[in-house]
């Protein structure tokens, strides 16, 4: 069984796995059009490509609007994922020696809590109890 270890302090940098080094962003092609769900509610939108000619746009618009119900915003609203379609677990190696690590600390711990109560919520998430030395919540800023 492979165990991997993070380096404790430095730059973000330093925590990512070697395999992610040279990945790069991917972009789309073609420029993106904006489209509220709703016409004159911008609150809620989605991007379909620019290059999509006139009547397939208006029918494409059609049909995502058609089905806004089973659109996901957010965790909180992909309630109950099956386990059978996505489960994570944590193994950990019973051969390996506990090990505390220096807790972090944070500017955005208010955005940790709203994030980790949304995935409660959405049940995309649950509280279990793991011993001490399972490592804390790091955030890790997007591109």
Do not use: C
Not at 105 to 124: F, H, M, P, Y
Request: cysteine-free.
């Amino acid at each position: 069984m492979e165990i991997n270890s993070v380096k404790v302090g430095g730059d973000e940098e330093d925590h990512l796995p070697k395999e992610r080094e040279s990945e790069k962003r991917v972009m789309p092609h073609e420029d993106l059009v904006v489209i509220p769900f709703k016409d004159g509610n911008n609150e809620r939108t989605f991007k379909i490509g620019s290059k999509l000619g006139q009547s397939h746009q208006e029918q494409l618009i059609k049909l995502i609007r058609e089905f806004e119900d089973v659109s996901a915003w957010g965790p909180e609203d992909m309630l109950r994922i099956d386990p059978s379609v996505a489960l994570h677990k944590l193994y950990v190696d019973p051969n390996s020696s506990p090990m505390k690590q220096k807790k972090r600390l944070s500017n955005n711990d208010t955005a940790i809590r709203e994030e980790v109560q949304a995935l409660l919520k959405g049940q995309a998430i649950r509280d279990l109890k793991f011993p001490v030395w399972v490592t804390y919540v790091v955030l890790v800023k997007t591109q």
